[in-house]
């Protein structure tokens, strides 16, 4: 499965758009990009996740770059809530769900 | 509804000590995973379940950490002479058919396990 690059942190004012980044420069033609996050001391949560199409759902959207290389997680909104690790995982689905999670970017958002 | 649960969620053993810890998946689930946490690490996978059936323990680090589900259920991650780089946190996690691209993995809270 590709390598994925995070930064290690950002943050963001509560009530505006948290835009965090992803390259994957090696995802190969059949490998999907999922997020998961995880508020602390809880496990990790699915957020969405692609192909090659930008994808919109309640929590946020993703926004996959035309090479697919990179991609971009957007919170529209984002809450003090939203304070989590976030972690972008390329995943062909084919290895039996085991995913690869690496260290994520933690997320603070400040009142 | 309920989703996973796990316990306990904080077990303290000292060195040597054998550890049994419980996950309850989401009722109906097939798949279960285990993962383990190091302090400021991502989760690493552990071992994968369908059903009953163990289809991958590659990521078990040694032959004295052993995981079983013998009804398809409930499983138990266990760890024989606990060492202090067993410390971490144990996730389980579910979901609800054999693996694929859109399945989602449902998480435990994990268990907190600090070996001494």
């Known amino acids: 499965d590709a390598k994925t690059t995070q930064p290690t942190s950002m943050d963001c004012a509560e009530g505006r758009a948290a835009n965090l980044p992803c390259n994957h420069s090696?995802?190969?033609?059949?490998?999907?990009v999922y997020w998961y996050r995880q508020i602390h001391s809880q496990g990790p949560q699915y957020i969405i996740h692609?192909?090659?199409n930008n994808e919109t759902n309640e929590m946020a959207s993703l926004i996959i770059t035309e090479d697919r290389k990179s991609s971009t997680l957007i919170l529209p909104h984002a809450t003090l809530r939203d304070t989590a690790v976030y972690y972008c995982?390329?995943?062909?689905?084919?290895?039996?769900?085991?995913?690869?999670f690496g260290r994520g970017t933690q997320l603070t958002v400040w009142p | 509804g309920a989703g996973v649960s796990q316990s306990p969620r904080y077990k303290v053993a000292k060195r040597g000590q054998d550890v049994a810890l419980r996950c309850d998946p989401i009722?109906?689930?097939?798949?279960l995973f285990w993962y383990q946490q190091a302090l400021g690490q991502g989760p690493e996978f552990l071992t994968y379940?369908?059903?009953?059936?163990?289809?991958?323990k590659s990521g078990l680090p040694s032959d004295r950490f052993f995981a079983e589900r013998p009804e398809g259920s409930v499983s138990t991650l266990k760890i024989q002479r606990t060492q202090q780089e067993d410390s971490a946190v144990y996730l389980c996690?579910?979901?609800?058919?054999?693996?694929?691209?859109?399945?989602?993995?449902?998480f435990g809270p994990g268990t907190r396990l600090l070996v001494l």
């Open positions: 996690a579910s979901s609800p058919l054999t693996p694929s691209v859109s399945e989602t993995q449902y």
């Open positions: 995982i390329v995943d062909r689905g084919s290895t039996l769900g085991r995913l690869y």
């Open positions: 692609g192909l090659k």
């Open positions: 379940f369908q059903n009953e059936a163990q289809l991958d």
């Open positions: 009722s109906g689930h097939v798949s």
């Open positions: 090696t995802i190969s033609g059949n490998e999907y």
